[in-house]
Each structure stands twice: as structure tokens, then as C-alpha cells.
């Protein structure tokens, strides 16, 4: 999965189109895109279109947990064929109130606590990969949106080797909340994922192919790790050249999760 794209659980209409786009898995989303009054009847809208719209992979963020709701939804995931949960306000002691049973975990970091935990929660077993929260954390931490996401670059390597640490996959960046702007989507996506991201949160079906195309390797990132395998594999050295670049083992292993990457 590259892109994550999040569609309000109450409205049916957005969550047809957003399970049509070109996504890699749409999460219903029952907690911060549905109002208080609406939480109940948003599982049944969630639960009929899932039934009656075929897509990509399918996921629910629910309620965090200590909300009214957390309880309820995950009754009501439990009833679902999903292929993962979506977890907000993510902590070692919430991923465990899930139980041990059900579908992978995305656990949402998005706390000053949850970044200090962030190793301890991606190392809950349920959980695949995490996803870093801004919004939440921006306003907990009084940050400052700048161009340059320097303001959360401290949380966006925290996330991401924590997530190395923990045998995970690379973690999911934070949404661009100007869908509009395409520009500033790509410049953050090349960012996070020189910073070991491999995908982004979204909120507009627009931003999915930036996104999808961006965590993707090149063309030119596949000739050249095709070349360094090739070269390694054939002269079974510890070290050598290749183009006039010296090659040693942890070059080759990154050539070869650029292939495995380019395969999905």
C-alpha cells in the first residue's frame, strides 16, 4: 500500500467513489469525519456500502479508545471481512483493548506520548505499520505549519525508524489538507520518503496518483538496482564498482528493496 485514502463513514456517496478510485485501500472512517450524532448510523452505511461496492483494500479507522464509541466499533469490525483497522491516538495499551484476534492494525501516531511510544506500539503484533498524525500532534505540541515540513521532521524520523526498529514496513505519512494543491503534495512525498515513508494518508481521490506514482520506484531507481544485483550476484564480492560507485552489502540490500518495491 501506497495510499491511503480516508472517506467520511456517514456519507454512502463519498465512500462509493472513494472505493472506485485508483487507491490502494480506502479507509472508512468513523471517527473524526462523523459528527457525535451520527456515529451509530455511520456503521450502517459503512457496513452496506463495503456490501455493495467492490474495491481496493478495504479498512475502518474506528473511535479511540476512552470515547463513547470504542467499544461499539470494535464489536462492529469484528462483523466485517476487512483488511485492516485503522487505530487513532494510538498506544501500547490501546492496540492491546483490541484483542489479539482480527485484521492488521495501522496504528495512527499522532501524540507527543505516541511519538516517545512509537517503537512499543509498532511492536504490538497486530500492527503493520504506522501512519503519522499532524493535526492532532500539531496542535498538542503548538507546531507551526511550515513549506518544509520542518516542523515535523523530528516526528517524521522518529516514526520512521521506530518503524525500522520494529521489523515494520516504512510508515505512512501525514495527509496534505490542500487537495488542491498538487505541487506541494509532491514536494512532501519525496520528503517523507527519503525519510523512509512508503506512503501518505489522503483525503481527495485527486491526490492518489501523485501519491501512488511518488512512493513508487522510478524507472531509472530500477535500472539501477537491477544493475547493482546483477553486478554483486555475478562477482560474488564483498565490495566493488559499479559505474564508478563503490557497492558493499547494505547498497545491494537497498537495490534489492527497490525491486521488491517496484514489484508490488
Known sequence: ???????PGSDGRKLAKALTSATDAVVCDLEDAVAPADKDAARG???Q???????????????????????????FVAKLALDGL?????????????GPDGPPVIAIVETATGIRQAFEIASQPRVAALLLGAVDLGAEVGLETRPDGQ????????????????????????????????TGLGEQCRLARALGFRGKACIHPAQVETI???????????????????AFESQAEGVLAVNGTMVDRPVVERAR????????
Not at 500500500?1 to 472517506?7: G, K, P, Q, Y
Not at 478495504?58 to 466499533?73: H, M, S
Not at 528493496?257 to 508490488?264: D, G, K, P, Q
Open 1 to 7: 500500500m501506497r495510499s491511503l485514502l480516508f472517506a
Open 45 to 47: 452505511v459503512v457496513a
Open 49 to 75: 456500502t463495503l456490501q455493495d461496492v467492490s474495491g481496493p483494500a478495504r479498512l475502518v479507522r474506528i473511535n479511540a479508545l476512552g470515547t463513547p464509541w470504542f467499544d461499539g466499533d470494535a464489536a
Open 86 to 98: 485503522v487505530l487513532p491516538k494510538a498506544s501500547p495499551e490501546s492496540v492491546a483493548a483490541l
Open 151 to 182: 516542523e515535523i521532521l523530528y516526528a517524521r524520523s522518529k516514526v520512521a525508524i521506530d518503524s525500522a526498529a520494529a521489523g515494520l514496513r516504512g510508515p505512512f505519512d501525514v495527509v496534505h489538507l490542500d487537495f488542491g494543491d498538487t
Open 212 to 230: 501512488n506514482r511518488v512512493f513508487a520506484p522510478s524507472e531509472g531507481e530500477i535500472e539501477w538496482a537491477r544493475n547493482v544485483v546483477t
Open 257 to 264: 528493496r527497490v525491486l521488491r518495491e517496484a514489484e508490488l
